[in-house]
């Protein structure tokens, strides 16, 4: 009989620390792969590089180029179509909707200080592949004015009216 209570007060208490969903806990998002955003691969090159030329590039008055032309002048190789700049609040959720992908958990977002500013991401993609992540800092060196998706193509033009000079998309608004 005491063998009997103390199985029931054990299982009666044991309740208790199973991992029961909370009705007000969000959906957990599936991840068909996971993509850390500071401890990735750099197959396509030096991360570090590509925003050395491309700073470079930024502060030279009346320059025009493209992802591309950076990435080649950086040395880098391998494939990758387009560039998704996100800031540290982003969630995967978010960054999947803006490459148009499904199903990767982005691992490494930071929360951003809002005395240093942006403390955000480059992330490369190659389709719905994530290639290579680049962090932005606090200053980013390519502005897309709220567009945060540039492709590889995409025509990029230096203002150097900035402090910190910068890469501007090229919109229909600024062309």
């Not at 290639?131 to 800092?137: L, P, R, S, T, V």
Request: contains cysteine.
């Amino acid at each position: 009989m005491a063998t009997a209570i103390l199985i029931g007060f054990v299982a009666a208490s044991s309740v208790g620390c199973l991992p029961l969903p909370h009705p007000r806990d969000a959906p957990k998002e599936e991840c068909a792969r996971e993509f850390h955003l500071w401890s990735n691969d750099q197959p396509l090159g030096p991360s570090d590089e590509f925003l050395r030329v491309a700073r470079e590039i930024a502060a030279t008055p009346g320059a025009v180029t493209d992802l591309d032309k950076v990435s080649r002048r950086a040395g880098w190789s391998g494939r990758w179509d387009r560039v998704v700049v996100v800031g540290g609040s982003t969630s995967s959720a978010d960054l999947n909707e803006l490459a148009g992908t499904t199903g990767i958990c982005f691992d490494g977002f930071n929360g951003g200080d809002s005395d240093s500013g942006f403390n955000g991401h480059y992330v490369f993609f190659d389709g719905p592949h994530p290639k290579q992540a680049a962090g932005a800092g606090s200053r980013p060196v390519i502005d897309t004015d709220g567009h945060p998706l540039v492709w590889r193509h995409d025509p990029l033009v230096s203002d150097t009216s900035l402090e910190t000079p910068v890469l501007r998309l090229v919109t229909a608004e600024t062309q």
